[in-house]
């Protein structure tokens, strides 16, 4: 089974930027994925295994850049002109090019992104 392992969230301020990491045990094309309290998880973007194809939701492109390290087996998520509306537990998922959670087979433990006013 695959294993993903996050890491690189905290509290930043609003137009900071941050990136995250996840370290998987496979070649998988990955996703990241973002869940704020009270609210159902939301899709951020998709990278397949080789990083030809990249897509990323309306409310982050031009924010967000998603790239990978295949040889690592490692996602990367820079997130910048951070804004508090991006405040969630970030996740990264594998085995799907995908906006639906549900098409993905594994997931992270999650990291926690708090973006200040």
């Known amino acids: 089974q695959v294993q993903l392992v996050e890491s690189g969230g905290g509290l930043v301020q609003a137009g900071d930027s941050l990136r995250l990491s996840c370290a998987a045990s496979?070649?998988?094309?990955m996703g990241w994925f973002r869940q704020a309290p009270g609210k159902e998880r939301e899709f951020v973007g998709a990278i397949s295994w080789t990083a030809i194809r990249i897509y990323y939701a309306e409310s982050v492109k031009g924010r967000f850049t998603i790239s990978r390290d295949t040889a690592k087996n490692t996602v990367y998520l820079q997130m910048n002109s951070l804004k508090p509306e991006d405040t969630a537990v970030y996740y990264c998922?594998?085995?799907?090019?995908?906006?639906?959670?549900?098409?993905?087979?594994?997931w992270g433990q999650g990291t926690q992104v708090t973006v200040s006013s």
């Open positions: 496979g070649r998988y094309s």
């Open positions: 998922a594998a085995g799907s090019y995908s906006s639906l959670p549900h098409e993905y087979s594994y």
